[in-house]
Nanobody
Framework: QVQLVESGGGLVQAGGSLRLSCRAS????????MRWYRQAPGKGRELVADITPGGATSYTDSVKGRFTISRDNAKYTVYLQMNSLIPEDTAVYYCNADVRRTPISPYSTYWGQGTQVTVSP
């Protein structure tokens, strides 16, 4: 099986920073795109940022210039550096990855359990 475990969430004041990490483990041959989603109370899950194995990135408009996604392919880990946080960033943050478990298996998408980020005014 494959597990994704996030860490780094917490409570921070507006204007502060947090760095989220998500490490994949288990039976892994390769990982394609890795992503960060978030879900605020009473809202749907939103794609925040994604990154390809080669390092190409994309962001939702509301976090451009404030958040940076990166990855360490050797460690099967994706990061989300969040700066200039605002209360509207409060949400549970989930990582997601497209994983191939063997050289001949298709890619399947796996999710982490989520980590809470709370930004106080």
């Amino acid at each position: 099986q494959v597990q994704l475990v996030e860490s780094g969430g917490g409570l921070v004041q507006a204007g502060g920073s947090l760095r989220l990490s998500c490490r994949a483990s288990g039976s892994i041959f390769s990982i394609q795109t890795m992503r960060w989603y978030r879900q605020a109370p009473g809202k749907g899950r939103e794609l925040v940022a994604d990154i390809t194995p080669g390092g190409a990135t994309s962001y939702t408009d509301s976090v451009k210039g404030r958040f940076t996604i990166s990855r360490d392919n050797a460690k099967y880990t994706v990061y989300l550096q969040m700066n200039s946080l605002i209360p509207e960033d409060t949400a549970v943050y989930y990582c997601n990855a497209d994983v191939r478990r063997t050289p001949i298996s298709p890619y399947s998408t796996y999710w982490g359990q989520g980590t809470q980020v709370t930004v106080s005014p």
